[in-house]
C-alpha cells in the first residue's frame, strides 16, 4: 500500500502555525516582491479570492473582505516542511519527498486497519506541527495521489481516502475529469478528450497498449496504475539535478553595475550551496540580465562561461558570474532581472584529473565544508562581494518572522 500525505494550502497553513487566531480567517501568502498570490487559505478560498492573480489588482478586493496578507516565508516554509517529514518518517519504511508540502509513503510489509492508519497520520501532524494534511491511500503512487485527490474534495471522509483495488469506485471515476491523474496535464487531456477519454473512468477501462502507442510508455504505466498494478516504485533517492538556477525580480530597478555584479554575487552563492549539497562541481555557467519586458526597447542577454575547471568553489564562481555581467551590462538601462544557471554538472567525487589542466585545490574543499556547516542553521557567514544591506534584495514588506530558523524571532509567550 502507497500513501501520498498533503498539506493543505501549504504556505497559508504555516502562517497559521504561531498565529492561531489566524485558524478560520483568510489568509493569503504572495510570491517573490510581493507579485501575485500563490496560497490561500480554506477560508480565503471560500471568499472566491482567485488565485495567481496581481496583488495590486486585487488588493480592494482582500481589504474589502479583511483577508490576512503574508509574503512569502521560505525560511520557515522548509523547516516546518522537515519537521512534518520527520513525524512521516516515524509510519513508513520508505518515504519520498516528492514536494515541499507532499511525500509519499511506502507501506510494504505492514498490514494494519488502513484508515485508522491514516487518520492517526493526520492526528499527529496536527498535534506535533499543526499542520492540517489530507492522506490518499493506494495500491500503486497514481491511486494514492488521485485518493489525496478524492479526499481533500469529500467532507465526509475526514481527509483520509482509501482506493483499494476491490472495491468500486467507478461511480467517483466517472465524474472526476481525466487531468484529475496524475501527470495527465491539460494539454494531454485534451489530446484524450479528442479519444473520447474525458474522465478517470474511462481512461482506467482504457487499452494501455493502444494509449502506449498513441502517448508513450509514460502514460500507458499510468493506465496500469489506475487498474492497480504497480509501475512506479518510491525513489527514496532523488536524481541529482542536471542543471541549477537561481533567478530572481529586484524588489527595484538596478542602473549601476556594481549593484547588479552584487545581485548575481549573491545568486551565484545560492546556486553553489545546492551545488554542493548534492555534490556536484560545475564546468559552465550562463548568466543573463534583463529589463522589463513591457517597455520600449526591452533588453535582455545571456552569455555562456566555460569555466578554467571543474569546481563547487563560490569564490570561483562568483567571479566568472561578474565577469559575465559586466560584458552583458549596458549602461542607461534600468534592469529588473538576472540570474545564474549551473549547465555542465559532474559528479565531485568523479571528477576526471589531467596533467594540463587545474582543478579544485583540497584546500578550497575543506573552506566551502567549513562555510556551508557554519549556515546550516542560519546564515552567519557571506561573500562580500553579495552586498551588506543592497537596496534592490526582494521586496517581502509583510513577511512573518522567522520563528524556527532566527534566535531573535522566536515565539515570545507572556503569562500576566
Known sequence: ????????????????????????????????????????????????????????????????????????????????????VAVLEEFAPQLEVYSIDESFLCFDGLSVDWRAYGLQIKQRLWRDVRMPVCVGMGQTKTLAKLANHIAKKSAKLEGVCILHAGDDWDAVFKKLAVETIWGVGRRLAKRLNRLHLYSVYDLKMANSKHIRRQFGVTLERTVVELNGERCVNIDTQPNHKKQIYSTRSFGQKIQQLSDLQQAISQYASIAAVKLRKQNSVVKTIV?????????????????TIALTHATNDTRTIIAAAKQGIARLYRPGLAYAKAGIGLIELSDASSVQLSLFNRYQSTKSLKLMAVVDKLNCQQKQVFFASSGINPFWRMRRQMKSPSYTTNIEEIPVIKIS
Do not use: W
Open 287 to 303: 548568466v543573463f540580465i534583463q529589463t522589463s519586458r513591457f517597455i520600449d526597447d526591452a533588453y535582455s542577454n545571456t552569455i
Open 1 to 84: 500500500m502507497y500513501a501520498l500525505v498533503d498539506a493543505n494550502s501549504f504556505y497559508a497553513s504555516c502562517e497559521q502555525v504561531f498565529r492561531p487566531e489566524l485558524r478560520d480567517q483568510p489568509v493569503v501568502v504572495l510570491s517573490n516582491n510581493d507579485g501575485c498570490i500563490v496560497a490561500r487559505s480554506r477560508a480565503a478560498k471560500a471568499l472566491k479570492i482567485p488565485d495567481l492573480q496581481p496583488y495590486f489588482k486585487i488588493k480592494p478586493l482582500l481589504a474589502k473582505h479583511q483577508v490576512h496578507v503574508f509574503s512569502s516565508n521560505y525560511e520557515l516554509y522548509a523547516d516546518l516542511s522537515s519537521r512534518v
